[in-house]
């Protein structure tokens, strides 16, 4: 069978302020789409930035992950992933979490995610750094990594008046 080529947005990592708090990037990229699973798994691979042409600053943490399946059900992605190595501490899994949701609900065919690590429904940490959920989860549980919203512009304007007197 053939296999459809068909642009696919990943979301990577960057910190583009002096906070902790990192943001998604858009990173378009033409794929071999046979299903959301095997356009999602270049992920886990440790060179996935290279691979889609992602700029060298963009933090890729699904890499820490592999995976498994992705089942999709009345607009719910539900993922399973496999820890590889030591399992990441929440600052990590939340990022992880990010990425997949911002890349999973691009797919008209999701909207909201959940996640099962290592055999097990997972508490994932949200935006709100108190909260941790087994539900499932949407971009507006990670808005702060959205960096249309959390970027500020401020600006300011100084207006100042010269009197020069007429010349008789």
């Known amino acids: 069978?053939?296999?459809e080529q068909r642009d696919f947005a990943y979301f990577l990592l960057e910190n583009k302020a002096e906070s902790e708090q990192l943001q998604v990037r858009q990173v378009p990229a033409q794929v071999a789409y046979t299903s959301l699973l095997e356009a999602v798994e270049p992920m886990e691979v440790e060179g996935?930035?290279?691979?889609?042409?992602?700029?060298e600053s963009l933090l890729n943490k699904v890499s820490q992950y592999d995976i498994v399946a992705i089942d999709v059900d009345d607009g719910l992605a539900t993922v399973f992933l496999l820890t590889l190595g030591e399992a990441p501490d929440n600052p990590v899994l939340r990022d992880v979490a990010a990425q997949l949701v911002w890349t999973l609900t691009g797919d008209d065919t999701v909207d909201r995610v959940r996640f099962n690590i290592d055999g097990s429904p997972a508490l994932i940490p949200t935006t709100n750094a108190?909260?941790?959920t087994d539900q499932p989860v949407t971009?507006?549980?990670y808005e702060a990594y959205n960096s249309e919203v959390t970027e500020t512009t401020t600006t300011s304007s100084t207006t100042s008046t010269t009197t020069v007197p007429v010349a008789s």
């Open 130 to 132: 108190d909260n941790t």
């Open 1 to 3: 069978p053939q296999v």
């Open 48 to 55: 996935f930035r290279e691979t889609i042409g992602a700029d």
């Open 139 to 141: 971009k507006d549980d």
